[in-house]
């Protein structure tokens, strides 16, 4: 068996300014963590044997086709502008055309330094490869859009953090890596020529139909007005929402600090570099208007007709909220059994997340537990659900089948945090089969899973992960 990957790239074919050429930077003694065999499936990659894989998810040889290049960007990060980013511990292998047509890139993370590493050593440590593993397939599972996983690996080294950390790198697999940055850095600098060549590239990758920057502004409008909407409907957090982790595919991209909720409150940060809160649960859905209006900053600057372009601009960055506002309702209106639409249903819905938050309930064992009847076991005061539930059953009346529609809609798994880090623990120690059933119980987050139970439990006061570390 030969590992191969049938590249076809076309990020490298563009001008050299884009990115700089750089291969991954060999490591000590690499070990195969994982291999994705069924998302190889879908790229049309064929597995090799196990020491080849280690070898070429390290970093250690190049497989044939591979050209490989660290990507140009910049980026707002926290709010303020830094002028230059860029792949600082990350090489694009290449891309390929998997068996549904749709291209991806193939990057390694965590693969030493490039120009852009800054002061970084270009590395990772294991506790952020395996997170990232687990979350972003946990988060395809769940029909969620992001990148994915396709193979983890040790490399046999250790990585200064907080303390000495065995290293590892990701095998990140993307529709592809370009993000509002990427655009913000030719606008910032005046390069119009390479601005209107990356335009163009996306439209062609992303949205083939869209007509000229504008039509390309609406498209990742509405992509992130959908994927912002299906976060929020399972409690995700994302961390770091900055404008280099804002995906123009309209995916989940950089998964940092980032967690699921465990018991509902609006405000709540999981992240220990978010000191003020920018990027809490309920801020989201503005932080993403904030970074598409950054993006639509950007792309005006090649426009003829400045005037005429912030006009149109304005009016399609001030359609996001309601957009925004729509997919979160369809996708709470299922939460709750609501297959049709009704006047009020908004306030039914807000009305029990007020509750929620008010009681300590766990998001999704509450949701879950709707399609039940102890769902108000979730309460710290059952009256409380008690109260709103004879509105709610009065209202599914005039539904179908909403079980059905709750059941679609609610997962019972998701990867908790406390679990997360649990098992990072666990690998440290050599021990790999909590990853292992984690992806595996992870993979069917809507299945009834008896043996699994235990993962379903919101964590005890001892297992509470209070803040969650970029740890990169
Ligand atoms: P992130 O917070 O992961 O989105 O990364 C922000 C920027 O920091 C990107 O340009 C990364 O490439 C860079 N970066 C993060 N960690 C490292 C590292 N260990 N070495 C070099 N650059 C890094
Ligand atoms: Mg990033």
């Known amino acids: 068996m030969t590992l191969t990957i049938p590249f076809d790239n076309s990020y490298a074919r563009l001008p050299n300014s884009f990115y700089a050429r750089q291969a991954p930077v060999p490591v000590r003694a690499p070990r195969l963590i994982a291999f994705n065999a069924d998302l190889a499936k ?18 250690n040889t190049l497989p044939e086709g591979a050209e490989p290049i660290a990507q140009l960007y910049s980026g707002h990060q926290f709010g303020n502008y830094n002028p230059q980013l860029g792949d600082g511990r990350a090489v694009l292998l290449g891309e390929t055309v998997g068996a549904d047509g749709i291209r991806r890139d193939i990057q390694l993370k965590g693969s030493g330094p490039t120009p852009f590493s800054r002061q970084g050593d270009g590395r990772a440590w294991l506790g952020p ?40 790198v990701l095998t990140r697999v993307a529709q592809s890596h370009l993000r509002v940055g990427t655009f913000q850095v030719f606008a910032a600098r005046g390069q119009l020529d390479s601005l209107q060549r990356l335009t163009d590239y996306a439209i062609q990758r992303h949205y083939p139909d869209a007509d000229g920057p504008m039509g390309l502004l609406r498209g990742v409008v509405d992509a992130q007005s959908r994927l912002i909407a299906a976060w929020m409907s399972v409690g995700f957090i994302h961390g770091v929402m900055n404008t280099d982790n804002c995906s123009i595919a309209g995916e989940t991209i950089d998964y940092g600090p980032c967690a699921f909720m465990d018991s509902y409150h609006p405000n709540t940060v ?97 949701f879950y537990a709707l399609a039940g009847d102890s769902a108000r076991d979730q309460f710290t005061d059952p009256a409380a659900f008690d109260d709103w539930s004879d509105g709610w059953r009065a209202r599914l009346g005039r539904e179908q089948d909403p079980t059905a529609v709750m059941t679609a809609a609610n997962p019972a798994f998701i990867p908790r945090n406390h679990r997360v880090e649990q098992m990072i623990q666990a690998a440290v120690q050599g021990d790999y089969e909590p990853f292992h059933r984690l992806n595996t119980v992870l993979s069917r987050p809507y299945e009834d899973q008896s043996d699994a139970v235990d993962l379903t439990r919101p964590p005890t006061d001892s297992e509470i992960v209070h803040a969650t570390f970029c740890g990169t």
Do not use: C
């Not at 049309?44 to 970093?59: L, N, Y």
């Not at 946990?138 to 992001?146: E, R």
């Open 42 to 59: 879908i790229l049309k990659v064929a597995p090799g044997d196990v020491e080849e894989m280690a070898e070429t998810f390290a970093g």
């Open 129 to 168: 490869v395996l997170r990232e593993y687990v979350v972003s397939e946990a988060m395809h599972a769940l029909a969620i859009p992001t990148t994915r996983a396709l193979a983890a690996v040790e490399t046999g080294e250790i990585v200064l953090r907080e303390g000495p950390m065995p290293g590892a």
């Open 270 to 366: 999981y992240s220990s570099i978010d000191r003020m809160g920018r990027y809490a649960y309920s801020n989201q859905p503005d932080i993403a208007v904030w970074n598409v209006a950054q993006f639509a900053t950007a792309l005006i600057q090649q426009m003829d007709n400045k005037e005429a372009a912030v006009e149109e601009a304005t009016e399609i960055v001030h359609a996001m909220p309601g957009k925004m506002q729509e997919n979160w309702l369809r996708r709470f209106r299922a939460k709750i059994g609501l297959a049709t639409e009704e006047e009020g249903d908004l306030e039914l819905i807000s009305d029990l997340l007020t509750r929620m938050a008010q009681n300590q309930s766990d998001f999704t064992n509450t």
